[in-house]
């Protein structure tokens, strides 16, 4: 199973971008199953948990972005999305997804987020 992550690129300070995750080659009833997570990196810094959604799309956000951000799923098409709005120069990072299901974490490449005027 491969995550293809997507939608990053260069935002002014108080823009949106919308990234995309898409796991095409994963069955249906496993990605129903299935948490996703979106994970930062900034340059220098730990890669960081950003935000969660779980098989009953349950959320969870890390407090530097509780209100800005927004995790969901489309189960149907199999991908996760991390809208981002009121975007800041500190959310410049490389952000990845990842997908754990029973035991097994698969990560998705990294898409660049560049926040800056």
């Known amino acids: 199973v491969q995550l293809q992550a997507s939608g990053g690129g260069l935002v002014q300070p108080g823009g949106s971008l919308r990234l995309s995750c898409a796991v095409p080659?994963?069955?249906?009833?496993?990605?129903?199953?299935?948490?996703f997570a979106w994970y930062r990196q900034g340059s220098g810094e730990l890669r960081e948990l950003v935000a969660t959604?779980?098989?009953?799309?349950?959320?969870s956000y890390a407090d530097s972005v509780q209100g800005r951000f927004t995790i969901s799923r489309d189960n149907a098409k199999k991908m996760t999305y991390l809208q981002m709005n009121s975007l800041k120069p500190e959310d410049t990072a490389v952000y990845y997804c990842?997908?754990?299901?029973?035991?097994?974490?698969?990560w998705g490449q990294g898409t660049l987020v560049t926040v800056s005027s």
């Open positions: 990842k997908a754990t299901y029973g035991a097994q974490d698969v």
């Open positions: 959604t779980g098989p009953n799309r349950d959320t």
């Open positions: 080659g994963m069955i249906t009833s496993t990605f129903w199953g299935t948490t």
